[in-house]
């Protein structure tokens, strides 16, 4: 077959084969000819080319513009036994200069991430060989015109195959196996609730736990000083012996001096010990609010869900500080009433307050292919303004359309971005120059000392090694993703691959720049979390569907996820305070809630960027 008309096609032709490997070449060409050794398909494949002929190894006239490297697992229908691929894509970009579709070094990574996620999108994910090049060219042909040319490498592996696990949300957890009544689970019960304190029939019925069960490891908790009684068979945490408690019916008057300007706002219980490391002179006032049963039948006496309330005053620096812990987050109505009761009766108490923190842990969200935007777990995210001057982003719902989703948005902004802009200072300051400590890095040296010696959660980083990155891709199956990593392209170095579950795969990238490109890479420090500055996102329909989640946060330029915590804005924006700010330590890819082991090491990173903020504030003078 033959044509005379000159178009652009989609062209792929066969690179090379041995006996364990394949590659193969899709690029753009303007063919002015066909003949019997191509296939030209027709209907919904027309400008699509096979090439049967293999090409002629005539070498590459210029390297890969960045590469990605993951491996796939799948199961063989014949002998039900997993196999294990490795496959190698190669990129290389149109130029801004002989293309209209050009795209400048800059935007490459983008664009690559863009193509691997829709490559392994849970809608169509191609599980064959064939279906696996088929969609990469109908992705060329339609919707990356950027790309000019892909070499695409399979190759079989005989590497032992290790089956690795995700951590579950709670939400998969409940579904699949219910929650186990553990030791851990208790105290993680009554870290949630507090200041609220719990009685065993609460928690048995809310579980559906055995009480008599429940109670000993009440009894055990005791005896380990985490927990202590209290009146009408309620308990609640023990505070640390270091900590001053009082418990009092209402807050004492505070002369003028002593009022705090700084209030700080946690969610988990390790959260709140975090920012109390980083106070100085700090004393804690507990308010308890209980009503009794009206007879024998009636519900056992408790706490008022939302009504008791914690209160850490001290100083950072020059500044007096006011903390309080949430009772509960969520967008159930009494989670949403609780968290803006508890902040506005904050707010009422301390009035004096001109600046809010919401400190805490949150997902990250990460870059595939570019090494500067990745976020990764230990990494600190600050609410900072980026496309629409929103730095808090709520999705109330999502919306089909026959363009995609629409997304349902609520956009929160402080009048003021002081709070904003000294992070930004500090980040531009450790970007510049790497051989001096960030002063957060000293903060969290302090914190990690101060914990060390306590009855506590470990605060310390968790191995390197369990800093995995999944993304799904249907019917449970999994995708594992290894970080990008800064590398120049003479280095021989290859990054480390990992191991991935049943259909699942490993994707390690790299890019190819050049050494004025590398040089530009903001380069990790070992030990010292990395501040990224953009607005936090939430909302319970887009944070458990991987594939929602990421399309909201391109659309929003957000790089981390967060609990709920809309109500506590409306609240703070309510009372006609001027100046906010979120800072969110990462403790998974999720909202913060699924990574267990990092959370108390993600709210001490949190917690010691946001003293790096308050240190740098000018001195109040209100006073």
Same mark, same amino acid.
């Given at each position: ?62 390297? +890969? ?99 690795? %696990? ?67 068979? &309620? ?53 308890? /609010? ?12 408790? +706490? ?32 949403? /009433? ?62 089909? /359309? ?34 001096? +400590? ?72 790299? &890019? ?24 936090? &996102? ?40 001027? %100046? ?6 990462? %403790? ?36």
């Amino acid at each position: 077959m033959t044509g005379a008309t000159e178009h652009e096609q989609v062209v792929m032709t066969p690179k090379g084969k041995t006996a364990n490997s394949t590659t193969i070449m899709i690029e753009r060409k303007l063919l002015k000819a066909t003949n019997d050794k191509m296939h030209v398909a027709g209907g919904e494949h027309t400008g699509i080319v096979i090439n049967k002929e293999t090409a002629l190894e005539n070498g590459e006239c210029s390297p +890969a513009q960045l590469s990605l490297e993951f491996k796939v697992f799948l199961i063989n229908a014949q002998t039900k036994k997993p196999t294990q691929e490795s496959r190698t894509l190669k990129f290389w970009f149109r130029s801004p200069k002989n293309s209209d579709n050009g795209l400048y070094e800059e935007n490459h990574a983008g664009v690559a991430q863009d193509f691997f996620r829709e490559l392994v999108s849970p809608r169509e994910f191609p599980r064959d060989y064939v279906g696996f090049i088929k969609k990469i060219m109908k992705l060329m042909q339609h919707d990356y015109q950027e790309i000019s040319k892909l070499e695409v490498e399979l190759k079989q592996l005989d590497e032992p195959i290790q089956v690795p %696990s995700r951590p579950l949300s709670a939400e998969e957890s409940t579904l699949t196996n219910g929650q186990i009544l553990t030791q851990e689970k208790v105290l993680e019960i009554i870290e949630s609730a507090y200041p609220n304190p719990v009685t065993i029939p609460e928690v048995a019925k809310e579980h559906n736990w055995d009480e008599d069960e429940i109670a000993q490891h009440m009894s055990e908790l005791q005896s380990r000083e985490l927990v202590k009684a209290m009146d009408h068979g &309620a308990f609640t945490r023990q505070q640390s012996h270091d900590t001053q408690v009082t418990i009092v019916k209402q807050m004492p008057t505070m002369v003028s001096s002593k009022q705090p300007t700084i209030a700080i706002i946690t969610a988990l219980y390790c959260e709140k010990m975090a920012v109390d490391t980083m106070i100085e002179n700090k004393e804690t006032f507990v308010r308890y /609010t209980t009503v009794g049963p009206s007879s024998p039948s009636s519900e056992p006496r408790r +706490a008022r869900f939302g009504e008791s309330n914690v209160y850490t005053l001290g100083n950072i620096g020059a500044h007096r500080i006011v903390c309080t812990k949430l009772p509960s987050v969520g967008h159930t109505r009494e989670a949403m /009433t609780a968290a803006g009761n508890t902040t506005t009766r904050l707010l009422g108490t301390f009035q004096k307050v001109d600046y809010v923190f919401l400190v805490g842990v949150g997902g990250g969200v990460p870059h595939y292919t570019d090494y500067n935007k990745h976020v990764r777990l230990g990494d600190v995210v600050v609410s900072c303004p980026t496309r629409n001057k929103g730095i808090y982003l709520y999705c109330g719902n999502t919306v089909v /359309t026959d363009k995609g989703f629409d997304f349902e948005i609520k956009n929160y902004s402080p009048n003021t971005f002081s709070l904003q802009e000294i992070a930004t200072r500090l980040k531009a300051s450790a970007d510049q120059d790497a051989s001096v +400590a960030p002063p957060w890095l000293n903060y969290l040296s302090s914190g990690l000392n101060l914990l060390s010696s306590q009855k506590e959660s470990d605060f310390n980083a968790p191995s390197a090694e369990t800093d995995k990155l999944y993304m799904s891709i249907g019917d449970r199956d999994l995708i594992e993703v290894a970080h990008p990593v800064a590398q120049d392209k003479n280095l021989k170095s290859k990054p480390k691959k990992t191991t991935t579950a049943r259909k699942s795969m490993t994707a390690s990238t790299t &890019a190819s720049k050049s050494k004025s490109i590398l040089k530009k890479k903001i380069l990790r420090q070992e030990g010292c979390p990395r501040i990224h500055l953009s607005p936090i &996102a939430s909302g319970r329909q887009v944070v458990k569907d991987d594939r929602l989640r990421q399309q909201f946060a391109s659309q929003v330029g957000a790089l981390a996820f967060d609990g709920e915590f809309d109500s506590v804005i409306e609240s703070i924006l309510g009372n006609c305070k001027d %100046s906010f700010i979120c800072i969110r330590g990462i %403790s998974d890819y999720k909202d913060g809630s699924r990574r267990k082991e990092w959370q108390p090491y993600a709210s001490l990173a949190a917690a010691s960027v946001m003293k790096a903020i308050i240190c740098g504030m000018e001195p109040p003078t209100n006073v």
